[in-house]
C-alpha cells in the first residue's frame, strides 16, 4: 500500500491551544523619515522608472528586515518601490516577466524602467516598482472564502502553464530529522512535540513518496494571508518574489491551509466551519487537475511544507550568520497541529 494512503495517526493535542501565534502580522505604512541622501536615492530610482514628481513618501513597517517597500504618491498616481540585494536581480526580473505575460491579472505587474528593464540597480539594491493596489490585507472575515480560494487555484494553474526557465529559483526543500530542538522554544511547545514526537516522525515517514524534485513546475510558494490583498471583494495576489520552481500540489496545499488557519486564527471562523468546506475545495482543486483531491492527500502536501519549514528554520538557527530572515519556529511546530485540526479534528 502506498503510504500517501496510509491512515494519518492521531496526535494529542488541546484545541485551545492551537490557532494563537501570528508574526506575518501589523504591516502599516508610516510616514517616512529620510536623510536628504536616502530621499535622493529614492527619487533617483522613481526617475528610472518614470513615475512622475514625488510629492509624499511611506514606508512598510514589517518584521523582514532584508527587504524594505515604500509607498510614492506622485501626479501620476500611487506607486510602490521594493528595495532587496542587488544579488537577486536576475531572478526578479524573471519573475516580473512572467507575471506580465500571465493571462491572470489579479497580481502584482511590475512596471519597465525608461530602459526596458523591470528591474534597476543603484547602491547595491535591487529596486522594483508596480502601483499600489487600494484594499485590504485578507483578514478571515470576508465571506467568500471559496471563491478566494478558486483564485489562489485559478492562479497556479496560470503559473504551471508557463515554460520552466533556469532564470526562476528553485525551492531547497529540508528534509526533517528529529533531533532535539528544545532549546529554541517555549515550554508549551516542548510538552506538545515530547507528546507527539513519534506521530510527527511518521508524517515524516509519510511524505517521503512526495518528490518534488521530479515535479517542478512554475508556482507562487507563499500564498498566504499577508500576500492576498482584497480589492472589491476579490483578492489581489502580492509577493512576486514567491514565484519559483515548485510542485504546485506544495504550493496549493499551503495555500490552502494558510488562508483557512488565518480565518480561525483571526476569531472570524470556527475549525469545524473551516473544515466544512474542503469537500468543495477538493473538489476545484480535482477540476483543476491538482492532486489534493481529499483529506488524506491535502494533508500530507500541507504537512510536506510545515515540517520542511521546520527543517529551514532549525539549519539557520544553528548557522545563524548572515540569515536577516526571523523565524517561526514555534508558530510552524504548531501548525502541524493546527492543520491535523483543521483536516480530521481531534
Request: proline residues 3%.
Amino acid at each position: 500500500m502506498s503510504r500517501l494512503s496510509e491512515k494519518v495517526l492521531t496526535p494529542k493535542y488541546e484545541l485551545n491551544s492551537l490557532f494563537k501565534i501570528e508574526t506575518n502580522r501589523d504591516f502599516k505604512w508610516e510616514k517616512a523619515t529620510l536623510t536628504r541622501e536616502e530621499n535622493s536615492r529614492i527619487r533617483t530610482v522613481a526617475e528610472q522608472f518614470n513615475l512622475g514628481s514625488i510629492r509624499n513618501i511611506w514606508v512598510m513597517t514589517k518584521r523582514n528586515k532584508a527587504t524594505t517597500l515604500y509607498r510614492l504618491e506622485s501626479q501620476n498616481g500611487d506607486w510602490v518601490l521594493r528595495s532587496s540585494a542587488e544579488s537577486e536581480k536576475k531572478w526578479l526580473e524573471a519573475q516580473s516577466r512572467v507575471v506580465n505575460q500571465l493571462e491572470y491579472r489579479n497580481i502584482t505587474k511590475p512596471i519597465e524602467t525608461i530602459h526596458g528593464n523591470f528591474v534597476f540597480c543603484e547602491s547595491g539594491h535591487a529596486w522594483m516598482a508596480y502601483s499600489c493596489q487600494p484594499g485590504e490585507i485578507f483578514s478571515g472575515a470576508e465571506t467568500n472564502l471559496i471563491e478566494i480560494i478558486r483564485e489562489c487555484v485559478l492562479l497556479l494553474e496560470s503559473l504551471r502553464k508557463v515554460p520552466v526557465s533556469s532564470d526562476l529559483p528553485s525551492v531547497a526543500h529540508f528534509r526533517f530529522e528529529a533531533s532535539s530542538f528544545s532549546e529554541f522554544v517555549s515550554e508549551p511547545a516542548r510538552e506538545l512535540l515530547s507528546q507527539n514526537l513519534e506521530i510527527i516522525k511518521e508524517w515524516a515517514d509519510q511524505v517521503l513518496e512526495i518528490s518534488p524534485v521530479t515535479g517542478l513546475l512554475l508556482t507562487h510558494n507563499d500564498l498566504n494571508h499577508a500576500n492576498t490583498l482584497i480589492v472589491d471583494s476579490k483578492p489581489f495576489f502580492l509577493d512576486i518574489e514567491d514565484i519559483c520552481l515548485e510542485d504546485p500540489n506544495i504550493a496549493l496545499g499551503h495555500a490552502i491551509f494558510k488562508l483557512l488557519r488565518h480565518a480561525v486564527y483571526s476569531g472570524h471562523r470556527k475549525v469545524e466551519e473551516m473544515r466544512g468546506l474542503l469537500p468543495k475545495i477538493f473538489e476545484i482543486a480535482r477540476a483543476a487537475n491538482f492532486k489534493i483531491r481529499d483529506q488524506q492527500s491535502f494533508f500530507r502536501y500541507a504537512v510536506f511544507r510545515i515540517l520542511s519549514d521546520i527543517q529551514m528554520i532549525l539549519e539557520r538557527l544553528r548557522n545563524p550568520e548572515g540569515n536577516q530572515m526571523p523565524t517561526d519556529l514555534e508558530k510552524k511546530i504548531m501548525n502541524l497541529f493546527e492543520l491535523h485540526a483543521l483536516v480530521y479534528g481531534n
